[in-house]
Nanobody
């Protein structure tokens, strides 16, 4: 099992940037595919981005493609999400997630991941 703790959320104006981080502990971080999901008030949790265990493959939701970048540092057991050109509709609680299943972004969007952190709130003001 893996424990996940997110950080880096906050309040930012539209057009601004934030970088989220996710620290992992427990079993070997590099053996997991990792991802970010988000849940806006009153809405279901949505897939945002994912990265393979090696970092060699990345997947993005259409709504964030070209604005967000997911990356990982296996030596530091840390996952990142660089968010640029933020929009008010990006406002949500962002969750870090991990899975031992290596699959595609569409798979993760449909089935989610096995482990999840408690989330960090991102608020984008207009």
């Amino acid at each position: 099992q893996v424990q996940l703790v997110e950080s880096g959320g906050g309040l930012v104006q539209a057009g601004g940037s934030l970088r989220l981080s996710c620290g992992a502990s427990g079993r070997t971080f590099s053996s997991y595919a990792m991802g970010w999901f988000r849940q806006a008030p009153g809405k279901e949790r949505d897939f945002v981005a994912a990265v393979s265990w090696s970092g060699g493959s990345t997947y993005y939701a259409d709504s964030v493609k070209g604005r967000f970048t997911i990356s990982r540092d296996n030596a530091l057991n840390t996952l990142y999400l660089q968010m640029n050109s933020l929009k008010p509709e990006d406002t949500a609680v962002y969750y870090c997630a991990a899975t031992s299943i290596e699959a595609s972004g569409s798979y993760y969007a449909r089935y989610g991941m096995q482990y999840r952190g408690k989330g960090t709130l991102v608020t984008v003001s207009s």
